[in-house]
């Protein structure tokens, strides 16, 4: 099938620990996303990637690293976990150009006890 | 700076009701305007798009938007609601920037279809 299919759909993690969350794409777009959508279902653009280049990087705490190994991979590390982390982060992909849409992942809820 | 508003964080409809969930952007260049869905517990389904040309979009499931330009709207429609279009739904604006290209997404709109 293809698709943007991200790892894990869920994770539950204490306080102070570091996980990694995993994007892959094999429409063969070149620019891929992370969004994260907080409790009131707010999407909000965290980092952007084109052809693995960092294209776009918003005001995101530098806890945050994402990484592109190629341009069908993305993933993003979060060190030092918060509980204001705790949010559902999507992964998205598309091709460069303002007229295409997204195709979105299922994503990754993550929750910080 | 490119943004969309949507009126109504919550939308109740009956079964077979008119679907009308409104949408206004801000765009200091003509727009390219998406509607997505999000289904519980699911990522995001593109719905419909307007890029250039026909201002009525026709997308997925039985929805179509109109792009009004004078009104600065793209408010999605659907003749006849039914019970699977319960879920929340959202307009974004894409855009070129320095970095790239973004979409920027509103608030959302819960749509509850009742019997």
């Known amino acids: 099938d293809t698709a943007v299919s991200q790892t894990p759909k869920y994770l539950v993690t204490q306080m102070g620990n570091d996980k990694s969350i995993k994007c892959e794409q094999n429409?063969?777009?070149?620019?891929m996303y992370w969004y994260k959508q907080d409790s009131k279902k707010f999407l909000k653009i965290m980092f952007s990637y084109n052809n693995k280049e960092l294209i776009i990087n918003e005001t995101v705490p530098n806890r945050f690293s994402p990484k592109s190994p190629d341009k069908a991979h993305l993933n993003l590390h979060i060190n030092s976990l918060e509980l204001g982390d705790s949010a559902v982060y999507f992964c998205?992909?598309?091709?460069?150009?303002?007229?295409?849409?997204?195709?979105f992942g299922s994503g990754t809820r993550l929750t910080v006890v | 700076a490119q943004s969309v508003t949507q009126l109504g964080s919550h939308v109740s409809v009956s079964e077979g009701a008119l679907v009308l969930l409104r949408c206004n952007y801000s765009?200091?260049?003509?727009?390219?305007l998406f509607w997505y869905v999000q289904y519980p517990n699911q990522g995001l389904q593109l719905l419909l798009k307007?890029?250039?040309?026909?201002?009525l979009v026709k997308g997925i499931n039985g929805f179509e938007a109109e792009f009004k330009k004078s009104e600065t709207s793209f408010h999605l429609t659907k003749p006849s609601a039914h019970m699977s279009d319960a879920a929340e739904y959202f307009c974004?604006?894409?855009?070129?920037?320095?970095?790239?290209?973004?979409?920027?997404f509103g608030t959302g709109t819960q749509l509850k279809v009742e019997l």
């Open positions: 998205a992909s598309t091709f460069q150009g303002a007229s295409y849409g997204y195709t």
């Open positions: 429409l063969g777009h070149d620019t």
């Open positions: 307007y890029t250039t040309g026909a201002t």
């Open positions: 974004a604006v894409g855009f070129l920037t320095g970095g790239g290209n973004k979409l920027a």
């Open positions: 765009s200091s260049v003509p727009p390219y």
